[in-house]
Structures are given as structure tokens and as C-alpha cells.
């Protein structure tokens, strides 16, 4: 009897294993997806760039003035953006990743340093602090708020 109440123990707790092994972890899913953005922008791969940003989305830009409301508004603002920069490089700093709603939502805060060139080989840059909010929704991350603006005195 002890011998199979063991084995049944065993058994329940190598069965829990896989389940806590099998969690993974909200603000690295949301760093992976991040890293694939950045890669589609340099490519200039607005589909790409836009594969998880809810419909819905609300973007304000520092040079844009008032905010961009939807994924199509969003589309719109990066295709004329990258069509009148077609050289852009960024870098990201001190960046951060809280995780709230048991998973559900992570906050993401950072500084970025954009380069952009323009056509005519004219170049300026930006330096900027940003923030984005992630929602998982029907078991995907969504990008559905994103806020940058120009760090002071740097504009």
C-alpha cells in the first residue's frame, strides 16, 4: 500500500512539472515580438511592423502633433514616414517590462535614438522616451497604446 500510495504521489508531481515548465514568461514574449519589429521597420516591412497592433491602436508620435487612432491611421503614417526616410537606425536603452493582469497586460518604458535620412541625404535625429501597453487577448499579444515624445532640450 505504501508502495503504490508513493507511486502515486510521484506520479501527481511529475505530472504538475511540465505545466510550471510550460509558462512562459509575458515580458520576454513581448521582448521576442519586439525584436521582430524592429526588424521588419529596417526592412521597411509595414505589415510586418503592424502583425500585432490591435485595430484599435492609439499612437502619438512627438512629430506627428496629435495622435494616430487605428491600425490603417498607423499604416498610412509609417508607409509616408519610411517612403520620405528610407534610411532609419534606432537604438533602445533602460528599457523595462512590467507585467500586470496576471500576465495579461506588460508595460513597456524606454529611451530610443533614431537616426532618420531623408531622400536627399539630409539627416536628423531624434532622441525620445517611450512607452507601449500589450494586452493578450484570444491568446495573442497586441500592441494597443504606444506614446513617444521628445526628450527635453533635445528637440
Known amino acids: 500500500m505504501r508502495v503504490l500510495s508513493g507511486s502515486l504521489a510521484l506520479v501527481l508531481l511529475l505530472g504538475t512539472v511540465p505545466v ?13 515580438i519586439a525584436q521582430k519589429r524592429a526588424e ?4 521597411g516591412d509595414v505589415d510586418a ?8 491602436v492609439v499612437f502619438t508620435a512627438s512629430r506627428a502633433g496629435f495622435r494616430i ?6 499604416r498610412a503614417f509609417l508607409t509616408n514616414l519610411w517612403q520620405n526616410y ?16 496576471e500576465g495579461n497586460v506588460v508595460v513597456v518604458n524606454g529611451y530610443n ?3 532618420f535620412i531623408d531622400k536627399n541625404g539630409r539627416m536628423f535625429t531624434l532622441m525620445q522616451r517611450n ?13 494597443v ?8 532640450g533635445t528637440q
Open 20 to 32: 510550471v515548465w510550460a509558462q512562459v514568461d509575458p515580458a520576454k514574449e513581448v521582448a521576442a
Open 40 to 43: 521588419a521597420g529596417a526592412r
Open 49 to 56: 511592423f503592424l502583425a500585432d497592433v490591435a485595430d484599435n
Open 69 to 74: 487612432e487605428g491600425k490603417e491611421a498607423l
Open 86 to 101: 528610407p534610411t532609419r537606425q534606432g537604438g533602445s536603452r533602460q528599457v523595462t517590462r512590467r507585467v500586470y493582469q
Open 113 to 115: 535614438d533614431q537616426t
Open 131 to 143: 512607452s507601449q501597453t500589450w494586452v493578450k487577448t484570444g491568446g495573442r499579444w497586441l500592441l
Open 145 to 152: 497604446d504606444q506614446h513617444n515624445s521628445g526628450m527635453p
